[in-house]
């Protein structure tokens, strides 16, 4: 097929996901075009049967705000009648299935439109007055919707009343760069021997809670000796910072900004912290499990879909940092245990959330919204 994709080109899960995705499916001999207001971070090399096609927004004085969301909707409707593109898959709902929907008006009822929701894009923008009734139009006039969890399924039919299916795929992890490396030397570099290594990734926005992920690790290097890897950047930096200074362990934490490539770096880690907020799927927790580094997060959104209780990592409510905390403390000091995890976190992955599976998945729905098969 002929499938134009739409999505944040920078560090964001729904970015990530989309560009991955692309590339599972240029592989499978699909014709891919990317179009994006940037290359996407992950994209990287050369990759056959995929072109990327840039969006400029028009910058002319008379406009308080360039109208990119209007130069997206014409470069989709141009790329697609260029290359006679079968589908537009637009991850994230906000402007992406709007301007999707706009540029099938312009083309025709032939171009089809599949939108993928991630998460914020409900949860947080769903409920701003501003954009709920837009986000809703998208959903509706999209030709199929999925969703990253049955948790943001229902979400989306609790917030918004459509009466439209959404299915839900998994997000998913490539197995062939996401898997348990021997990184010794590397972790050489960041530990003392016998010093176990807790590791946490994200935007460091206000709905991740970091300030949770350094009381949970103050607590536990009160018990264990330990180090905390940061890695990401975002808006409450400056305030962990300050955290871990008051609390003087800054020392034990090291911050390493954003990283285009953490594979090698979550092979490090004994344990993933991701305490969030909300976190539709969370698929740091998945990338850590691929890479057999149990995960210990919040019971919210779709965490409970991915991490197994007790099983490949823990779940406490949100803001029950003392209890993670203890999880931390019962796994980092019980060997059998936390290799019991790590086997079983390796196993789940394999089992429910390899590329190929969920490739296919989108493949179906792409044929059944094309074909009507
Ligand atoms: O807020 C973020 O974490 C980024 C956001 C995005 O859209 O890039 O992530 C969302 O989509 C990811 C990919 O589907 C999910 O794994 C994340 O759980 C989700 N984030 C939230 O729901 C907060």
């Given at each position: 097929m002929r499938i134009g994709i739409t999505c944040y080109p920078t560090h964001g899960g729904s970015g990530v996901v989309a560009t991955e995705l692309g590339k599972l499916l240029a592989e499978r001999g699909h014709a891919i075009?990317?179009?994006?207001?940037?290359?996407?971070?992950?994209?990287?090399?050369?990759?056959?049967?995929?072109?990327?096609?840039?969006?400029?927004?028009?910058?002319?004085?008379?406009?308080?705000?360039?109208?990119?969301?209007?130069?997206?909707?014409?470069?989709?409707?141009?790329?697609?009648?260029?290359?006679?593109?079968?589908?537009?898959?637009?991850?994230?709902?906000?402007?992406?299935a709007i301007a999707a929907v706009l540029a099938k008006q312009m083309v025709g009822d032939h171009l089809k439109v599949v939108t993928t929701l991630h998460g914020t894009d409900i949860t947080v923008l769903g409920e701003d007055p501003s954009l709920r009734d837009i986000i809703c139009f998208?959903?509706?006039?999209?030709?199929?919707?999925?969703?990253?969890?049955?948790?943001?399924?229902?979400?989306?039919?609790?917030?918004?009343?459509?009466?439209?299916?959404?299915?839900?795929?998994?997000?998913?992890?490539?197995?062939?760069?996401?898997?348990?490396?021997?990184?010794?030397?590397?972790?050489?570099?960041?530990?003392?021997?016998?010093?176990?290594?807790?590791?946490?990734?994200?935007?460091?926005?206000?709905?991740?809670?970091?300030?949770?992920?350094?009381?949970?690790?103050?607590r536990v290097q009160k018990e264990i000796p330990c180090r905390?890897?940061?890695?990401?950047?975002?808006?409450?930096?400056?305030?962990?910072?300050?955290?871990?200074?008051?609390?003087?362990i800054a020392s034990k934490v090291i911050f390493l900004g954003k990283q285009d490539e953490v594979s090698?770096?979550?092979?490090?880690?004994d344990l993933l912290l991701l305490p969030s907020e909300k976190e539709s799927f969370g698929l740091v927790a998945l990338e850590a499990m691929a890479c057999g580094v149990p995960v210990i997060a919040s019971n919210t959104g779709g965490l409970p879909e991915v991490v197994e209780h007790g099983r490949t990592g823990f779940?406490?409510?949100?803001?029950?940092?003392?209890?993670?905390?203890?999880?931390?403390?019962?796994?980092?000091?019980?060997?059998?245990?936390?290799?019991?995890?790590?086997?079983?976190?390796?196993?789940?992955?394999?089992?429910?959330?390899?590329?190929?599976q969920i490739a296919k998945q989108y493949e179906d729905l792409y044929d059944q919204v094309v074909h009507g098969s």
């Open positions: 075009h990317f179009i994006t207001y940037d290359m996407p971070f992950r994209l990287g090399r050369f990759h056959q049967n995929i072109c990327y096609h840039g969006v400029e927004a028009n910058r002319y004085a008379v406009f308080k705000y360039p109208p990119y969301d209007l130069a997206l909707a014409s470069r989709m409707a141009q790329v697609a009648k260029i290359y006679q593109l079968d589908l537009l898959h637009v991850h994230y709902a906000v402007p992406h998208g959903i509706r006039n999209s030709d199929a919707v999925t969703a990253v969890s049955d948790s943001l399924v229902k979400q989306t039919y609790d917030l918004f009343c459509v009466d439209k299916p959404i299915e839900r795929i998994y997000n998913f992890v490539d197995t062939r760069v996401y898997y348990p490396r021997d990184v010794s030397s590397l972790r050489e570099k960041y530990v003392d021997p016998g010093e176990k290594l807790l590791l946490h990734i994200s935007n460091f926005r206000p709905v991740k809670r970091p300030e949770d992920v350094i009381f949970i690790f103050n905390l890897l940061l890695v990401g950047e975002g808006p409450e930096m400056p305030k962990i910072i300050e955290q871990v200074e008051k609390l003087g090698q770096l979550i092979s490090l880690a779940l406490a409510d949100v803001g029950a940092v003392e209890e993670m905390a203890g999880y931390a403390v019962r796994l980092l000091k019980d060997e059998a245990l936390h290799q019991s995890f790590v086997r079983a976190g390796i196993e789940r992955v394999r089992q429910h959330f390899s590329g190929e």
